[in-house]
């Protein structure tokens, strides 16, 4: 019994751990070409500003749900993915 709780606190943890880790699922390529769009409105130095407002990866997500309902047709899921990453790649780095 001792042996299968020990089991299950070990599984809990790297869930825990990849759960924390919280990699962007989305193709950062990809949504990179997928942002273009959003370069008609503004540049990228709203991402690197000291006073950025986006202080998780979990914000970032919402943040590009927010602004990609502003398009028709809204960005799809995987598109949120996408750019999500891209972002966090190449500026957030969360």
């Known amino acids: 019994m001792n042996a ?11 869930l825990l751990i ?5 990699a962007p699922k989305g193709d950062p390529v990809r949504g990179m070409e997928v942002h ?7 540049g990228t130095e709203l991402y690197t500003s ?7 990866l979990n914000a970032l997500r919402k943040d590009v ?3 990609g309902d502003y398009y028709a ?5 995987q598109d ?3 750019v999500t990453a891209y972002l966090n790649r190449d500026f957030y780095k969360f």
């Open 36 to 42: 273009k769009v959003c370069l008609d409105c503004h």
């Open 50 to 56: 000291p006073k950025r407002k986006i202080q998780s």
């Open 73 to 77: 047709p809204a960005l799809s899921e």
């Open 18 to 22: 990849a759960g924390c880790t919280g």
């Open 4 to 14: 299968r709780r020990e089991l299950l606190g070990a599984l809990a943890g790297a």
């Open 80 to 82: 949120v993915d996408d």
């Open 65 to 67: 749900v927010r602004w």
